[in-house]
């Protein structure tokens, strides 16, 4: 079994490198092992697939809990885990920080931190602070911690790219290694952020399916992540054939 410390290199030198990489989101020992052994070379968290376990809805999962949960994953696996942290599960700066070293204590080698709550996005200015309070608590770790900032505009029904890359561009100047604007719809889109940026950035694949690997490589997108896709298709398939079975009694999609 690799050491944290080699995962974190590897991880590191996913980032380093020229090529795109798919990070597949696993929601349960299983699924990581799965994905493992299907040959991905990264995973990370879902914070939807994980809830989704656990019979809740994204965002209601405790500190404690994701921090088991990063546990387990890494227990059983043998290459790099980062983690959706969602917003560190604390608005202050200092709260998030503390939290995410107690999830590097677990075993990750990286995570991504929200500027969004409950209640909406953060201010700018505090958004900020909080990412920058984070980059400081991992510097602090025995080995490289790949921090990923990201800015949820888009996805919590702000669109605005401006702001968006505004945000993006400070999240970078505070130090983050990777940056993630999830609920970019258009190869356009991507072009003004990779342009706007210096460090990798992380593309949310479910918003541009049509999108191959070989484009978002021509883009010089680093990383692909798919969310709670996989967690939410597997789930999809499973509903699909039990109301087959209690509509028809027939057990066809089992041959």
């Known amino acids: 079994m690799a050491t944290q410390y080699e995962k974190a290199v590897a991880f590191k030198a996913l980032h380093d490198a020229s ?105 700018f200015g505090l958004a900020v602070d909080r990412i920058a309070a984070c980059v400081e608590a991992v510097s602090t770790l025995a080995f490289p911690f790949v921090l990923t900032a990201r800015s949820e505009n888009l996805i919590r029904g702000i669109v605005d790219l401006e702001d968006t890359i505004k945000r993006l561009k400070a999240f970078e100047a505070a130090g983050a290694d990777v940056l993630y604007a999830p609920g970019l719809r258009t190869t356009d889109q991507i072009k003004e952020v990779l342009n706007a940026v210096n460090k990798p950035v992380n593309v949310l694949s479910p918003f541009i399916p049509g999108c191959s690997m070989a484009e978002y490589n021509a883009l010089g997108v680093r990383r692909v992540s798919l969310g709670g896709a996989i967690a ?14 209690l509509d028809s009694g027939m057990f066809e999609w089992m041959k």
């Not at 931190?113 to 909406?120: R, V």
């Not at 298709?233 to 039990?242: E, F, M, N, T």
């Open 232 to 245: 939410s298709y597997a789930a999809g398939a499973a509903a699909k054939v039990s109301n087959e079975m």
């Open 19 to 123: 090529e795109s990489f798919i990070i597949a989101n696993p929601w349960d020992q299983g699924s990581a092992l799965m994905l493992q052994n299907a040959g991905y070379n990264a995973l990370a968290t879902t914070s939807a697939g994980f809830a989704q376990t656990l019979g809740r809805r994204d965002g209601e999962v405790t500190v404690d809990e994701k921090v088991t949960h990063c546990r387990a994953l890494c227990d059983v696996t043998d290459i790099p885990v980062s983690a959706d942290f969602e917003n560190g599960f604390s608005d202050s700066p200092e709260g998030a920080a503390e939290n995410l070293l107690r999830a590097a204590e677990a075993g990750i080698v990286g995570a991504s931190i929200e500027d969004y709550s409950g209640s909406g996005i953060y201010d």
